[in-house]
């Protein structure tokens, strides 16, 4: 479990990223302008992209090392 931690914690990260976003959602303010959390959705991205990529080097890593 511990080789698999950093993957999950960016996997987690990723998700509550894009589960904020749409609990915030967008609004419209008087002047018209859209007002929206729109550095999650890339945020998110990123993380889940990182969780992926640490999940395939501690697929791939050997835990036997070699003397």
Known sequence: MKKYLLTLISFIV??????????????????GTLLEPFYLIPLSYIFIFLGIIFG????FRNPKRIR
């Open 14 to 31: 990723g998700f509550c990223c894009l589960t904020t976003y749409n609990i915030i959602g967008a609004k419209v303010a008087p002047d």
């Open 56 to 59: 395939i080097f501690s697929l």
